[in-house]
């Protein structure tokens, strides 16, 4: 599937200093999980899909698929 | 809201910060963090050295330390100042202002003004456009804008959200009338329906600092703070300034009809490296024009880090030539303004340090 929406994916495995993220990961069980990822997941939205996400947003996203669909929901509008 | 200025300019800047620097690498042992997750935001933020105020440090001693300099250089002379404005958000008293104690101490005229503002991150604007204002008056001809920060001492050493940011300093900037047609856009917004996402709980008459006051609480993340102690919510502050700062600029160069390339130097509040950068990257400004290297050598002393980053950068540029400049600060309140002016020529522009032990302060 060529989803530009894959491209969250890879940018958020770059963050998150892993090798890949699948859609049902829990985000916060990643090890870096911290104020720090979730400012940089906020600037990388609104740099890459022009999105402006607050930390609550992203924090109220359980899985990688959830903010991924949080932010197609918000560049649809 | 608009404001225009004719023929009015700044005619010299100097700076003073606490010879006292704190170390990011020595601090972040005592926050309860993994250590490599430490360094990841050293790099990203620019945590690293930052100067801090001890042994009781106020207000009034960085300003009075900085004119006196100035008196001794032969910058300034006393009885030229026909008002002292001052921001600041960590006054020595409630009351009296602290402006009235630096003129106190410095033995200034009668006739003047002395003015507190309490702004922090836009307050070196919020102060241009108030000594531009005043020097409206024909008996104004000088105005000095001290803007000074000794935020350290009110910042929990235990919040990591806060504390290796935070930077104390002072600025004096000489504003003057201008011979030559100057014109001098700015603009400024405020929303204080969003006054609690920078703010000091405690300490005012709303909620008076007791005992309880003081106690050291888990806000989350392994951070301790007091309600005594200056609290930000730093992702909603990110997401105001890339929200509101890229548009305020784009309708001040829009109102001056001056384009976005014909500007030499962007020289906005320093918040922290990673804040400077996204905001570069969505203003599309090359990162050459917008220094974001305060944070890094001095730690965010609030309204002190526009001049600040024109003292650490361009000394030798800012003495010899004229460059047209756009600043822009944001924060508490909410607060953000920005203006276009013409700088440079300046008279003196230079940094200081405030000498660790009295022996050392020529004033004593």
Known sequence: MNDPMNEIYAKLAEILEVDAVAAGDVLAEFEYWDSLTVLSIIAMLDASFGVNLTAADVRRTKTAGELAAAVEERAAK | MNFLFRRKRIGGLLTVVPANEGSFLEEMRRFNFPLNRSLKLKEVMGYDKHRLAQDGLCVSDLAVYGLQHLFAQGRLAREDIDALVLVTQSPDHLMPPTSSIIQGRLGL???MLCLDINQGCAGFVVGLIEAFLLLEQPSIRK??????????????????????????????????????DSVIHANLKM????????????GGLRMPSTAATAVLEDVGDNNLRAKDHLRMD?????????????????RL???AEVPMD??????FHQPNRFMLEKLADKMRV?????PNNVVEHFGNSSGVTIPMAITL??????MAQKFRVCLAGFGVGLTWGSMLLSLGRLSFCESIDYPNTAEQRHDE
């Open chain 2, 253 to 255: 160069l829009a109102t």
């Open chain 2, 286 to 290: 090359s990162p050459s024009k917008m």
């Open chain 2, 143 to 180: 105005v000095i804008l001290i803007n000074a920060d000794v935020l350290s001492r009110k910042t929990s050493p235990k919040d990591r959200n806060s504390f290796p940011l935070i930077g104390d300093a002072a600025s004096i900037t000489v504003v003057e009338r201008d011979t030559e």
């Open chain 2, 234 to 250: 730093g992702s909603a502050v990110f997401n105001f300034v890339q929200t509101e700062v890229p548009p305020m600029i784009e």
């Open chain 2, 109 to 111: 005229k009668q006739d």
């Open chain 2, 262 to 267: 014909a500007i030499d130097w962007f020289l």
């Open chain 2, 191 to 202: 929303d204080g329906t969003r006054n609690e996402a920078l703010m000091i709980p405690a």
């Open chain 2, 313 to 318: 950068n361009l000394r030798a540029q800012m």
